[in-house]
């Protein structure tokens, strides 16, 4: 089973975990400013190192995707895996992309940085990301001179990144927060504290789905360990505030809730064209719904977790095996929710 | 162009704000812009942001993230003829793209990358892990993973210590009085100032 369908530690309130570490070469210009010929030799030294090492093999357990052989849908999947950023999705940005087979870790080479490794976990599950996240990274290290300075840690070209070059990021589901209105007061902390606060998909996307993204801003001036122990903590007081926001909501209008998420179920399992929004939205009933314990039969988590890597346009089509049209994607997602919903038992049927 | 205020919506409208002799022009979407017509200098968040330290709420730089005083301080001649001698960045095109070009480029822009890290780090020097940490023994990932397991059990353990009581407190403080809970407020102030005592 691939990571992102299966539960994670607080996989109520967080979906998932995502550590990302940033290093350089040390004798290369960073990507903006390097020539084709700088290029393809960084490329090489990168890619044939990683293969130099243990963690490699077998090598079957990895798949080292060259961008520019991929159309645009094939890396607009990758991306709704959050496995592309979005400036990949452009032409000339990126050239490799080295993942596992359970595509929990992999390795962007020559993005905004030359080495960009992402580990992600289901759940709240920061030291299992890092912990994989700086395997990888050590092991480059021990091989290749990254760039640093004892000043500034390791160099990346955005002084954003600068220092430990680690963001980490935890996806959060907060309908009781937001619902209840709390979670406005809580961006504008968080944001003075130096934490970035978005929505699903990333720098400006907004929020759908009850869903937000809570990542470290801060790299430098903090060690490594400061940086996953502040955001675990901090998540770990947000988990707590969410619990207390839905008891809120329960007791407010139990009735009026479960309404809410019988309709949305009545929708999920009876459309027959839906958009992606709208069904974000809905399946965020249903989970909602779940944690409460208002729904439980002939519905789970996993099924949830499923939907929700699906459902994307280019993973529908991928689904599909072939390019469709909007109306066809709307109705390809309506059959594929009626049919998970549907259940093992009632399936057979 | 993307908002300088929320980072997220396209900027469509160009403002003027000053204060204290300080100008800064911004690049603002409609809410934004909005926002900022009805409150004038009143609501100080807002305002306050572009004038203080403020965290980046992008992964990018953006022209507020530069700030005033790294303009006003270095000369406009000097700045613009400054090119990194390893890979050729120009002062310009860090301005432009928010990005150096390689390493050396710390050192050259040194002056005006403090300044930056300023505003968007919270220190300007590293204290985290040195490269090839693996590297000292045979063993030596396996010591590592042992090395890192340990201090990330520690993240759990040490939430719960006075000085991260103390962060929370002040969150839910600051949530209190801004939700006009006073009676909460008061409670938590009390609690603050015993831990702090
Ligand atoms: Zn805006
Ligand atoms: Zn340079």
Same mark, same amino acid.
Request: charged share 25%; with cysteine; glycine share 6%.
């Given at each position: 089973?691939?990571?992102?369908?299966?539960?994670?530690?607080?996989?109520?309130?967080?979906?998932?975990?995502?550590?990302?570490?940033?290093?350089?070469?040390?004798?290369?210009?960073?990507?903006?400013?390097?020539?084709? &010929?700088?290029?393809?030799?960084?490329?090489?030294?990168?890619?044939?190192?990683?293969?130099?090492?243990?963690?490699?093999?077998?090598?079957?357990?990895?798949?080292?995707?060259?961008?520019?052989?991929?159309?645009?849908?094939?890396?607009?999947? =990758?991306?709704?895996?959050?496995?592309?950023?979005?400036?990949?999705?452009?032409?000339?940005?990126?050239?490799?992309?080295?993942?596992?087979?359970?595509?929990?870790?992999?390795?962007?080479?020559?993005?905004?940085?030359?080495?960009?490794?992402?580990?992600?976990?289901?759940?709240?599950?920061?030291?299992?990301?890092?912990?994989?996240?700086?395997?990888?990274?050590?092991?480059?290290?021990?091989?290749?001179?990254?760039?640093?300075?004892?000043?500034?840690?390791?160099?990346?070209?955005?002084?954003?990144?600068?220092?430990?070059?680690?963001?980490?990021?935890?996806?959060?589901?907060?309908?009781?927060?937001?619902?209840?209105?709390?979670?406005?007061?809580?961006?504008?902390?968080?944001?003075?504290?130096?934490?970035?606060?978005?929505?699903?998909?990333?720098?400006?996307?907004?929020?759908?789905?009850?869903?937000?993204?809570?990542?470290?801003?801060?790299?430098?001036?903090?060690?490594?360990?400061?940086?996953?122990?502040?955001?675990?903590?901090?998540?770990?007081?947000?988990?707590?505030?969410?619990?207390?926001?839905?008891?809120?909501?329960?007791?407010?209008?139990?009735?009026?809730?479960?309404?809410? &998420?019988?309709?949305?179920?009545?929708?999920?399992?009876?459309?027959?064209?839906?958009?992606?929004?709208?069904?974000?939205?809905?399946?965020?009933?249903?989970?909602?719904?779940?944690?409460?314990?208002?729904?439980?039969?002939?519905?789970?988590?996993?099924?949830?977790?499923?939907?929700?890597?699906?459902?994307?346009?280019?993973?529908?089509?991928?689904?599909?095996?072939?390019?469709?049209?909007?109306?066809?994607?709307?109705?390809?997602?309506?059959?594929?929710?009626?049919?998970?919903?549907?259940?093992?038992?009632?399936?057979?049927? | 162009?993307?908002?300088?205020?929320?980072?997220?919506?396209?900027?469509?409208?160009?403002?003027?704000?000053?204060?204290?002799?300080?100008?800064?022009?911004?690049?603002? $979407?409609?809410?934004?812009?909005?926002?900022?017509?009805? &409150?004038?200098?009143?609501?100080?968040?807002?305002?306050?942001?572009?004038?203080?330290?403020?965290?980046?709420?992008?992964?990018?730089?953006?022209?507020?993230?530069?700030?005033?005083?790294?303009?006003?301080?270095?000369?406009?001649?000097?700045?613009?003829?400054?090119?990194?001698?390893?890979?050729?960045?120009?002062?310009?095109?860090?301005?432009?793209?928010?990005?150096?070009? $390689?390493?050396?480029?710390?050192?050259?822009?040194?002056?005006?990358?403090?300044? &930056?890290?300023?505003?968007?780090?919270?220190?300007?020097?590293?204290?985290?892990?040195?490269?090839?940490?693996?590297?000292?023994?045979?063993?030596?990932?396996?010591?590592?993973?042992?090395?890192?397991?340990?201090?990330?059990?520690?993240?759990?353990?040490?939430?719960?210590?006075?000085?991260?009581? =103390?962060?929370?407190?002040?969150?839910?403080?600051?949530?209190?009085?801004?939700?006009?809970?006073?009676?909460?407020?008061?409670?938590?102030?009390?609690?603050?100032?015993?831990?702090?005592?």
């Amino acid at each position: 089973m691939a990571w992102y369908i299966e539960n994670g530690p607080k996989q109520e309130t967080v979906l998932s975990t995502r550590v990302r570490i940033a290093r350089n070469l040390q004798e290369m210009p960073f990507p903006n400013r390097m020539n084709p &010929v700088q290029e393809s030799e960084a490329e090489k030294l990168i890619e044939n190192t990683f293969l130099s090492l243990d963690m490699s093999k077998p090598r079957t357990n990895w798949s080292i995707v060259r961008l520019e052989e991929l159309g645009k849908m094939q890396k607009l999947a =990758l991306a709704e895996k959050h496995l592309l950023s979005k400036r990949m999705l452009e032409p000339g940005c990126g050239k490799t992309l080295i993942i596992n087979k359970a595509e929990n870790l992999s390795m962007m080479i020559l993005e905004e940085d030359h080495i960009r490794v992402q580990a992600m976990s289901a759940g709240l599950d920061l030291a299992k990301a890092y912990k994989e996240a700086t395997n990888l990274t050590f092991n480059l290290e021990e091989k290749i001179p990254m760039a640093w300075s004892d000043d500034y840690g390791f160099l990346t070209a955005c002084p954003t990144n600068t220092g430990t070059g680690l963001r980490a990021s935890v996806m959060l589901f907060l309908p009781g927060l937001i619902r209840t209105d709390r979670m406005r007061y809580m961006t504008d902390i968080l944001g003075k504290a130096g934490y970035a606060v978005r929505g699903s998909s990333g720098e400006g996307s907004k929020i759908m789905g009850y869903r937000i993204q809570i990542s470290n801003q801060l790299t430098l001036g903090l060690s490594e360990e400061e940086i996953l122990r502040d955001l675990q903590h901090l998540v770990d007081n947000l988990i707590e505030k969410e619990e207390e926001s839905r008891i809120k909501l329960l007791q407010a209008d139990k009735l009026g809730l479960e309404d809410k &998420v019988f309709r949305s179920r009545g929708i999920l399992e009876n459309a027959r064209r839906i958009s992606y929004e709208e069904a974000v939205n809905l399946l965020a009933d249903l989970r909602l719904g779940l944690s409460l314990g208002l729904i439980s039969e002939g519905l789970s988590l996993v099924s949830l977790n499923r939907l929700d890597t699906n459902i994307g346009n280019a993973s529908l089509q991928q689904i599909c095996g072939k390019a469709l049209i909007d109306c066809e994607l709307d109705e390809s997602r309506a059959r594929l929710i009626r049919e998970e919903l549907k259940g093992p038992d009632r399936r057979t049927r | 162009m993307i908002c300088d205020q929320c980072n997220v919506n396209d900027a469509s409208i160009q403002m003027r704000l000053t204060r204290n002799g300080e100008t800064i022009d911004l690049n603002l $979407c409609p809410t934004c812009a909005a926002k900022m017509q009805t &409150v004038g200098g009143a609501l100080p968040s807002l305002f306050d942001s572009f004038f203080s330290p403020s965290w980046p709420s992008s992964d990018h730089l953006t022209p507020a993230m530069f700030g005033l005083d790294f303009d006003r301080e270095q000369g406009q001649l000097h700045r613009q003829t400054k090119a990194c001698p390893v890979c050729g960045q120009r002062y310009e095109d860090f301005r432009k793209t928010g990005l150096l070009g $390689c390493a050396a480029c710390y050192e050259t822009f040194k002056p005006w990358l403090e300044q &930056v890290l300023k505003r968007v780090q919270r220190d300007t020097r590293h204290i985290g892990h040195r490269p090839g940490l693996a590297a000292n023994t045979e063993s030596s990932s396996e010591d590592v993973n042992n090395k890192n397991q340990k201090d990330i059990e520690g993240i759990s353990a040490k939430a719960a210590e006075p000085k991260d009581k =103390l962060s929370v407190l002040k969150m839910e403080l600051s949530q209190a009085v801004e939700a006009e809970d006073y009676h909460r407020a008061a409670q938590l102030r009390d609690q603050i100032q015993g831990l702090e005592a």
